[in-house]
């Protein structure tokens, strides 16, 4: 059902083999403090994709999540928009339209990277604070962030409206 979805959202993205070579890619053609932010998202996606493939638990995956170049970037005043200097807005196409992700459709590039983030922080957060609550589906948590990377990715990848 999760692979369903991700797979209609994002049909180039719809596997963990497919994201690592369009990150690839990227990374080729980008150099410095972007590169750093994508190899980090990479390493994010990987792991994301961990859970969504149900080769592991979410709650041993959150912890290994990291947000170290993100909050470098961040001190230093990184815009992040110049993960796509052309691009500034998010693009969607029909298929995000009635999706969890429409919020981030028209908003800048740095709007989604501080969504996805936000997202990784929380979820460490809440984990460390009360990681035994059965009410929480972590599951479905690292399954919208590794929606959010998704989105970032074929973004900058240009495959959007």
């Given amino acids: 059902m999760v692979l369903d979805t991700i797979s209609t ?3 180039s993205l ?6 690592a070579k369009a990150f690839k890619d990227l990374l080729q053609k980008n150099k410095g403090e972007v590169r750093l932010l994508l190899e980090e998202l990479k390493k994010n996606s990987t792991l994301s994709w961990l859970v969504v493939e149900r ?11 990291s947000t170290k170049a993100y909050d470098r970037l961040l001190e230093e005043g990184f815009n992040f928009n110049d993960l ?12 995000l339209e009635d999706s969890d992700l429409s919020s981030f459709i028209g908003k800048d590039v740095a709007n989604l990277v501080e ?8 979820m460490q957060l809440v984990l460390q ?8 589906d972590w599951n ?10 998704l989105l970032l ?8 409206n």
């Fill in 153 to 160: 990715m074929f973004h900058l990848k240009g495959w959007t």
């Fill in 14 to 19: 719809g596997t963990a083999a497919n994201t």
């Fill in 84 to 95: 796509s200097p052309r691009k500034r807005k998010v693009m969607g196409n029909s298929n």
């Fill in 55 to 65: 080769e592991s638990e979410p709650q041993r995956i959150i912890p290994q999540l």
């Fill in 140 to 149: 479905r948590r690292v399954i919208n962030l590794h929606k959010r990377i």
């Fill in 115 to 122: 969504g996805i983030y936000d997202r990784v922080k929380e």
């Fill in 9 to 11: 959202l994002f049909s």
């Fill in 129 to 136: 604070v009360d990681p035994d609550n059965q009410r929480i």
